[in-house]
């Protein structure tokens, strides 16, 4: 086994570790953990590169859409991006909601940039999604079927993370909806109104 692949895998139990003991305060739901996953399986693509660009002089390079980089120049981008996916997966499920969320809206829309530029821009010849040897599709259709696998994931992500930075209240997947909607809007209103009259009394 390479040392590289090794190194790969002690790294990802690490990044997965924090991952799943953050899992384990219950401030997620589904969506989140669908987010908090995806950027963690992405997180694991990238997870060796900023190290052995740092190492390995014989290092091939990293290339993310348009960021195409080679050698040491690698080392500290790659960081960052690696920083970023984790950062996006922790908060995903380690928040769920509040302006860390802007942090996981920024990467993904960044994410989504380059990537989709990239095939955007690249020769027509090359937009050809191919599944086994039966299934080819190329043109316009292909160039969407690319799209909808290595961009769509993180526009969708980025569109869930906005409309979480102003969402408040628990995210626990535990919580039932007899709590969450038990007790008429009204009643709360005067719970509400009643413990500030209170306190400018006091």
């Known amino acids: 086994m390479a ?13 997965w570790a924090i991952f799943i003991y953050l899992l384990t ?3 997620w739901n589904i969506p989140a953990l669908a987010v908090g996953v995806f950027h963690m399986l992405f997180a694991g ?22 960021i195409q980089l080679e050698g040491l ?12 996916a984790l950062a996006s997966a922790w ?28 095939l955007i821009l690249d020769n027509s010849q090359n937009w050809t999604f191919q599944l ?5 599709v190329t043109g316009i259709w292909g160039l969407i079927i690319l799209l909808g696998f290595f961009t769509l994931p993180f526009v969708v992500s980025a569109i869930w993370a906005a409309r979480r930075i102003r969402a408040g209240g628990p995210m626990n997947p535990a919580l039932s909806n007899e709590e969450e909607h038990d007790g008429r809007p009204e009643d709360h209103g005067k719970g509400t109104n009643s413990f500030r009259y209170s306190e400018s009394l006091v």
């Open 25 to 27: 305060r219950r401030r």
């Open 45 to 66: 693509l990238i997870s060796v590169a900023p190290i052995r660009s740092f190492l390995d002089p014989n290092y091939v390079g990293y290339g993310l859409g348009v």
């Open 91 to 118: 908060v995903a499920v380690g928040k769920a909601h509040g302006r860390w969320m802007k942090l996981v809206m920024v990467g993904d829309l960044f994410f989504a940039t380059s990537m989709g530029l990239a």
């Open 3 to 15: 040392v590289w692949f090794q190194i790969a895998i002690a790294l990802n139990v690490v990044y």
């Open 132 to 136: 086994g040897e039966y299934v080819s």
């Open 73 to 84: 120049a690698v080392t500290l981008p790659a960081a960052l991006i690696l920083g970023l």
